[in-house]
């Protein structure tokens, strides 16, 4: 008996504040995601790290032996200043001294990844007058762009989404949450296929060290915004059609952004992501309900009541007219 209504009371605590436990439940998931993320990264590439300085070791050391006119410490200041260049994306290497990273087309595919908050960090401003423009250029520059995709994507999902899934539903009589799933999946696969399948193989095609997977990563890394900045296409420094090239990935990146959002805006009106979603929010009491109902009357009331007002100084207002007239009607009557 005690076991029954003991069992009984934790279900109605749990069904009470269902939306917290769901919440408690989020925030773990997802530091469990992330705990997870960083123990399969710091095992598949540390390793890699390990061996990396072991071989610049030795081939400093090596550098150090044939060299000994240099110092260890001049060979170091040297490597600090071409690192820091590098950073700023400047090379002393003679194959890549042809590439400005300043020039009209660069500066477009910079302003680009600024604005779309991508940010490959390949390229920054040296000046303090460039970095200054770029936090005003920035702050100004980001919710335009906010502000830009979302009047796109509403425009579009109007004739890609919504409108398909309800002529299904209308024309042919299927369900309409079965249509939208089907069309999400449908809608899924073609932005998959044209904005990273396809233009994954032309850069492998098009960038002389590029794999078809370096590929498709910088594909995934630019489209979801990451950004990482490991690859950079139009880098090369016998890369044709440079100009020509970056206003091209610039558009791609730009219509690729587009996609993605119209594909998520899709998925996010699913009815089953509806109630998924609904499940870690945080729900309204009935008293707030009723307190807001009541102040929308007690507005409406105040409203009505105003009119009702204004209907009767209307009213006095004409009154005057009307009694003015009626005596002199009467006095004419009696003359008569």
Avoid at 166 to 177: P, T
Avoid at 193 to 220: G, K, M
Avoid at 244 to 267: H, N, Q, S
Wanted: proline share 2%; net charge negative.
């Amino acid at each position: 008996m005690l076991q029954s209504l003991a069992g009984s009371s934790c279900v109605r605590l749990v069904e009470q504040h269902r939306s917290a436990w769901c919440f408690a439940l989020l925030v773990l998931g997802y530091l469990l995601y992330l705990v997870f993320g960083a123990v399969v990264f710091s095992s598949v590439e540390l390793p890699y790290e390990d061996l990396l300085r072991q071989e610049l070791g030795k081939l400093k050391q090596r550098f150090l032996e044939e060299h000994a006119c240099l110092s260890e410490q001049q060979l170091e200041q040297f490597l600090m200043r071409v690192l820091e260049a590098s950073n700023y994306g400047v090379s002393v290497l003679s194959n890549a001294s042809g590439n400005w990273n300043w020039d009209f087309t660069s500066s477009l595919f910079f302003a680009s990844t600024v604005l779309s908050t991508t940010g490959y960090g390949h390229t920054v401003p040296l000046s303090d007058g460039g970095k200054a423009f770029c936090i005003i250029y920035s702050v100004i520059g980001i919710p335009f762009t906010l502000l830009f995709l979302t009047a796109v994507v509403q425009r579009i999902i109007v004739y890609v989404t919504r409108r398909p899934v309800l002529y299904f539903h209308i024309r042919w009589g299927f369900s309409k949450q079965v249509v939208a799933i089907i069309h999400a999946m449908v809608l899924g696969f073609i932005t998959v296929s044209c904005f990273f399948l396809i233009p994954a193989a032309i850069f492998s095609i098009l960038e002389d060290d590029w794999n078809f997977l370096e590929s498709f990563y910088f594909c995934f890394i630019s489209l979801s915004t990451i950004g990482l900045g490991d690859y950079v296409p139009g880098e090369g420094y016998n890369q044709k059609f440079r100009e020509l090239y970056k206003i091209g990935i610039t558009c791609y990146l730009l219509m690729g952004l587009i996609a993605m959002l119209v594909v998520l805006e899709t998925f996010c009106e699913l009815h089953e992501l509806k109630k998924f979603r609904k499940l870690f929010y945080v729900k309204k009491d009935k008293e707030e309900d009723q307190v807001h109902i009541m102040e929308h009357d007690q507005l409406s009331f105040s409203s009505i009541s105003d009119q009702a007002a204004s209907m009767k100084d209307d009213q006095k207002a004409n009154e005057p007219f009307v009694n003015s007239q009626s005596p002199t009607s009467n006095d004419s009557s009696l003359n008569n």
